[in-house]
Structure formats: structure tokens, C-alpha cells
């Protein structure tokens, strides 16, 4: 049982990146899944979740207009699409998907944006 992210890399300010989770044997449609971040000697920072249907999203002040969080129930994938990324975005970016049963966690994928 796993969360697999990638998607990451190194772009400018002002680029995009689109970061997937997958979710392996179980199924992610049955999860709340959120997207979170943890820069260097900084504590982890909640980003976005979305419901298990995708109806349903939440983001943090800080990407709100410039990330956009969604879900391919068939694929098990979520993913967060990231516009207009600023330095300070810059973070190792991890998925979480939690049930009223069990939550899981990625390892995550790193994003840098730097010029």
C-alpha cells in the first residue's frame, strides 16, 4: 500500500508544474486527500484537499488562485496543478490521504523555483 508523487523539478518564477499522487493497492476514491508542504527548517504546511468525489476543494491563503487540486478516480490519482509559482513555493511537496479508518503518506516529490 503506497502514495506515489512526481511531477516535481526545478522551473522559474512565474512557470507551472502539475504534481500527481497515485494511490497502489487500495483505492484513493474512498480517501479525503490533501497536498502538503515542508520547506527547509520549516514545520510541514497544509496546502489543498479534496473531497473523495472531487466536489469538494479547500486551499491554503497562500496558493489560493494559483493551485488547483483534482482527482481522476479512475486513474486513483490526484493532482495539483500549480501556476504562477513564486520562490517561496519552493518546499518538498507530499500527498496524504486519510478515511475515518487509516491515512496514508508519500514520500513526496521536491519542487524548486528559482531563477
Known amino acids: 500500500v503506497q502514495l506515489v508523487e512526481s511531477g516535481g523539478g526545478l522551473v522559474q518564477p512565474g512557470e507551472s508544474l502539475r504534481l500527481s499522487c497515485e494511490a497502489s493497492?487500495?483505492?484513493?476514491?474512498?480517501?479525503?486527500t490533501s497536498w502538503y508542504r515542508q520547506a527547509p527548517e520549516k514545520g510541514r504546511e497544509w496546502v489543498a484537499v479534496?473531497?473523495?468525489?472531487?466536489?469538494?476543494?479547500n486551499y491554503a491563503a497562500s496558493v489560493k488562485g494559483r493551485f488547483t487540486i483534482s482527482r481522476d478516480n479512475a486513474k486513483n490519482t490526484v493532482y495539483l496543478q500549480m501556476d504562477s509559482l513564486k520562490p517561496e513555493d519552493t518546499a518538498r511537496y507530499y500527498c496524504n490521504a486519510r478515511s475515518l479508518r487509516d491515512e496514508y503518506w508519500g514520500q513526496g516529490t521536491q519542487v524548486t523555483v528559482s531563477s
Open positions: 479534496i473531497d473523495m468525489s472531487g466536489a469538494a476543494t
Open positions: 493497492e487500495f483505492s484513493l476514491s474512498g480517501y479525503v
